[in-house]
């Protein structure tokens, strides 16, 4: 794009810095993700993907450094970034006494969208989900990948710019990751900017043309996906960045004969 | 093995105490409590020693089967039942059932209710201190007897929560428990009626309990001491076999609940439609109330606040009424609406961290605040002018009601204002969705009570107004000044109800992501 002027990234992320207690959660990370891009956020567990992507999402207030969204800083203009960014929290709860046609009508909603649109959308989210059959159904009742689904339409119905999520994949089954997935290329492909955290490499390495390696809370390797992983896999990539990779096979008790 | 769980349970204690210092205060007053409680029982049981042996024994029966009967069914009504050692947690250890039994039961022992109960129990013994061989049956007895509290608990609290598999099943169930509760309090009410007015008749009525199984161990050291071997005997045998009856129900329910443990299987019957989402207005306001009233309606949660509706007028009833006056049912109103306004005092608290969808989607503060206090007024206002209503025309006092109905809708509104105003800034320590709702945190319910007290008192203050001038009314038959007291309540509780939506709203516009991390912390 030499021709256009440099458009601000979907999200910039400069000095960012969370501390609970003792522990440093997160340590001045910085991150440039591009308009349009795929983005992988790939890291092992505590690296504090989490905590900065909630930062990020206006969620976890930061204790230091700043996050803007297409050149808006976030926490200073809450709610303009939160009408942009569509966000799939790991692990916290669902209004899961809601039906999944309510849960996601619920969201739209919230977001101060019209009833007629939002009747809309939801029907076709739930279509785009394979969730028809069930949007009568409470949440609560829903499967671990039924549920990571109806969030995930949660995210979408008010169309944001920039969808954030943390852990898309976890539980859900193959056909349904394809489609997911499916959904998620087309977004990126109509000029939507995707991240997604994960710890399953292959699908990173794969899916997203941009990638971070993120561990104890700094940014170890960030780039397009070929430029981190080089000549060799993401997965042993990861691995020579991360370190604390065992060789041997577990101590003598562990084997059966 | 059955040290280790024991040590896991303290673990965890302390554990959950570290996390939040408030918590550790709670714990902190509330074994001050206990321990000025039992230092009472032991004055008292020492002056007893003095008395004649039949009275030590009405009161020793009395007062134990009151401990059992409190024991096994006061955690269902109040307090919660204590699972730091939560029995479905261990189902994937391979731990002997005898075992896990053992480590529970002394873990039940060793809380601050279990050791209290236990000193209390063994000071029993001092009533008989002037014979030695009694004082040391007594003893005896009172371990059998404290055993049989924390058993019981244990029992009841396996088979309420712990049989059920499936969430639906198990949902009915806890609201089903609800039921004998309703009828729990004007029993006891009655029964305390009874005692006051036929004193004479507590030593026959002792005499019945202790052929009970809440009573019975309790009245072996008194039978010895009226001289009736015989009848201690077979006191005693009453007594060990309903320590061992209920034991072997536990056990049963125990290992029922480690084979199924509760699970969610239920695949309930699809629902038509967005429900309320159809009848409230399409804004965020409107939402947070159609979202609030389903709640209201499928979470048991919420039930447990609702059941002390219907169980005022019945208290109320029992202790002003019964004697012919039925004006003490004036109070009914009020108080309904003093519980109905602040019970949407810990809402952010039950939403927990599903409440993150409403910073995700960054809804005003203000329109989240509206929301909630919509869907509880949609019955709330209806009930409080009923119930008011209602007791006037029952007590046959028209001339207040004008007046009544300032003051039970100022309360009501007033109380609205606090909690909106409270609920926008503080996460209390509540039972998790689909956790049993009479589920406590050590602790937790203290805090919340402490809060829930300082709120009261604040509540007081502000509906001052109205209810001086209603009651100014009343005192001088001064009708024109209940219409007053109404205009006073309706427009000094609105001004107050804006300003809470709006200050809690603007704190929780502010500090969401804090309020977030709280509510986390209470996952």
């Not at chain 1, 092992?44 to 905590?51: I, L, S, V, W």
């Amino acid at each position: 794009m030499p021709e256009n002027p440099p458009l601000a990234p979907a999200l910039e992320i400069t000095g960012l810095t969370k501390r609970f207690g003792e522990k440093l959660a997160v340590d001045s990370v910085n991150l440039t993700v591009p308009r349009g891009s795929f983005f992988g956020l790939v890291g092992p567990n505590g690296a504090g993907k989490t905590t900065t992507l909630s930062m990020a999402t206006g969620l976890l207030r930061p204790d230091a450094g700043s996050v803007s969204v297409h050149g808006l800083d976030v926490w200073s203009n809450l709610v303009d970034a939160k009408r942009r960014i569509g966000v799939l929290s790991d692990g916290v709860r669902l209004f899961d006494r809601l039906t999944g046609l309510q849960l996601v009508t619920y969201a739209g909603l919230l977001s101060g969208m019209e009833r007629t649109v939002v009747a809309e959308r939801a029907a076709d989210l739930l279509d785009l989900f394979d969730l028809d059959s069930v949007s009568g159904t409470l949440v609560v009742d829903y499967s671990a990948g039924m549920t990571k689904k109806i969030a995930l339409a949660c995210a979408l119905i008010h169309a944001p710019q920039l969808l954030v999520l943390d852990e898309p994949f976890e539980s859900v089954d193959p056909v349904s990751g394809a489609n997911i997935r499916d959904i998620l290329h087309g977004f990126v492909e109509s000029g939507g900017t995707v991240i997604v955290s994960s710890h399953a490499m292959d699908l990173v390495q794969r899916m997203c043309d941009h990638v971070a390696v993120i561990a104890d809370g700094r940014v170890l390797a960030s780039g397009t996906t070929d430029e981190v992983r080089g000549s060799s896999t993401l997965e042993d990539r990861f691995v020579e960045l991360v370190g604390g990779r065992r060789h041997g096979k577990g101590p003598e008790w562990l084997r059966i004969s | 093995m059955v040290a280790h769980l024991i040590r896991l349970r303290f673990r965890l204690l302390a554990n959950s105490l570290i996390r939040s210092p408030w918590q550790a205060v709670a714990v902190g007053l509330g074994t001050m409590y206990g321990l000025a409680m039992l230092f009472l029982a032991v004055v008292g049981l020492l002056f007893l020693s003095a008395a004649p042996e039949e009275l030590g024994r009405t009161v020793t029966v009395l007062g134990g089967a009151v401990l059992v009967l409190g024991w096994t069914f006061l955690p269902l009504l109040s307090s919660g039942i204590d699972e730091t050692v939560e029995p479905a947690k261990l189902a994937t250890f391979p731990i002997p059932i005898r075992t896990l039994l053992l480590a529970l039961a002394i873990s039940g022992v060793l809380g601050v209710p279990g050791i209290i109960t236990t000193l209390a129990a063994l000071a029993t013994s001092l009533v008989w201190w002037h014979t030695p061989a009694i004082a040391v049956v007594a003893v005896i007895c009172a371990i059998i007897g404290a055993l049989t509290c924390v058993v019981g608990s244990r029992m009841l609290a396996a088979l309420t929560v712990r049989i059920s598999s499936g969430r639906r099943a198990r949902e009915a169930k806890t609201v089903l428990v609800l039921i004998p509760l309703l009828l729990l309090g004007p029993a006891i009410l009655a029964v305390s009626t009874l005692f006051r007015e036929f004193r004479s008749l507590l030593p026959i009525i002792s005499d019945v309990v202790s052929w009970t199984p809440f009573g019975a161990i309790w009245a072996v050291p008194g039978d010895l001491a009226t001289g009736r071997p015989g009848l201690a005997a077979l006191h005693a045998l009453v007594g060990i076999a309903t320590l061992v009856a209920s034991t072997a129900v536990w056990r049963w329910a125990l290992d029922r609940a480690l084979e199924r443990p509760a699970v969610s299987t239920a695949t309930g019957g699809a629902r038509r439609g967005l429900g309320w989402f159809a009848v409230f207005s399409g804004t965020p306001t409107g939402a947070v109330a159609a979202r609030s009233l389903t709640y209201w309606a499928r979470d048991p949660r919420y039930a447990q606040s609702l059941i002390s509706v219907p169980l005022v007028p019945a208290i109320v009833f029992f202790y002003t009424g019964a004697s012919g006056d039925l004006s003490g049912l004036l109070f009914v109103g009020p108080i309904v609406a003093v519980l109905l306004g602040m019970s949407i005092y810990t809402d952010v608290s039950y939403d927990n961290t599903a409440f993150s969808l409403h910073l995700q989607t960054a809804v005003s503060g203000r329109a989240d605040r509206w929301g909630r206090v919509i869907a509880v007024s949609v019955f709330a206002v209806p009930t409080t002018i009923i119930l008011t209503v209602a007791s006037v025309w029952i007590s046959d006092s028209g001339d207040r009601l004008v007046g009544m109905l300032g003051i039970s809708l100022g309360l009501l509104v007033t109380g609205l204002a606090l909690s909106s105003l409270v609920s926008g800034r503080f996460a209390f320590s509540v039972p998790a969705p689909g956790e049993n709702p009479f589920k406590a945190r050590p602790g937790g319910g203290f805090t919340l009570m402490l809060s829930m007290f300082a709120s009261w008192t604040a509540l007081a203050v502000l509906a001052l107004p109205e209810m001086v001038i209603a009651l100014v009314g009343f005192a001088t038959f001064n009708e024109p000044l209940g219409w007053v007291a109404l205009a006073v309540a309706l427009v000094l509780s609105s001004v107050f109800l804006v300003i809470g939506v709006r200050v809690g709203g603007t704190m929780l516009d502010n500090r969401g992501p804090e309020l977030l991390v709280q509510l986390q912390r209470q996952k």
